[in-house]
């Protein structure tokens, strides 16, 4: 079964500094893979995808995310982070058919 | 990209009456939509698949009888929490797939049983 860990619950990075969050699936094929983002009491808005092809993607608002199929990894990254950028995230991957699985999410906090 | 519009965004009930949220896809057509329900500080729990024209498909454990799907149109998903309780109390969130593959979410409707 397909399964999303991402291991960190809570990051706190401080204004300006840069930010890598991590994501690790199981599937035994390539999946499809999303970073989502969620600002409190909202809906969930995609951040990028990876369906295949060049492995580094670029997706919204200055992040982006490197797929590792040796690692089995999707760590999505932003070169600085801005006060705005405080939400929670979330990993999923999606199979052939409609089905996506979301990770657990980590709680982005930034300081001023 | 594409629209999914929820509503309502809050509503605040009493135990035993019955809620009904929408979920529209403002701008394409959807023949599948999907009902989320998430705790706090919790990722997203899937109830059921909501699929136009046909009965939907609930998630082991989801009480079909309590959480109605109707999907009318090709635009139009509803949730009907029927007798609701307080644990019933959440945050539910219904999404549509886009053509690319991606999932396109609605705003969220934070449901409160008194």
């Known amino acids: 079964a397909q399964s999303v860990t991402q291991p960190d619950i809570h990051i706190t990075v401080s204004e300006g500094a840069s930010l890598e969050l991590r994501c690790n699936y199981s599937?035994?094929?390539?999946?499809?893979l999303f970073w989502y983002v969620q600002s409190p009491g909202q809906g969930l808005q995609l951040l990028l995808k990876y369906f295949s092809g060049d492995t580094l993607v670029q997706g919204i608002k200055g992040f982006e995310a490197e797929f590792k199929r040796s690692q089995s990894s999707f760590n999505l990254r932003k070169p600085s982070v801005h006060w705005s950028d405080a939400a929670e995230y979330f990993c999923?991957?999606?199979?052939?058919?409609?089905?996506?699985?979301f990770g657990p999410g980590t709680r982005l906090s930034v300081l001023p | 990209g594409a629209v999914v519009s929820q509503h309502p965004s809050r509503v605040i009930c009493k135990s035993g009456t019955s809620v009904k949220i929408e979920c529209r896809s403002l701008d394409f057509q959807a023949t599948t939509m999907f009902w989320y329900r998430q705790f706090p500080k919790q990722s997203l729990m899937l109830m059921a698949t909501s699929n136009e024209g046909s009965k939907a498909t609930y998630e082991q454990g989801v009480e079909k009888d309590k959480f109605l799907i109707n999907h009318a149109s090709l635009t139009l998903s509803t949730l009907t929490v029927t007798s609701a309780h307080p644990e019933d109390s959440s945050f539910y969130i219904c999404s549509a797939p886009g053509d690319a593959g991606e999932l396109f979410f609605g705003e969220g409707s934070r449901l409160t049983v008194l």
């Open positions: 999923a991957v999606r199979n052939y058919g409609q089905n996506f699985v």
């Open positions: 599937y035994g094929a390539t999946p499809y």
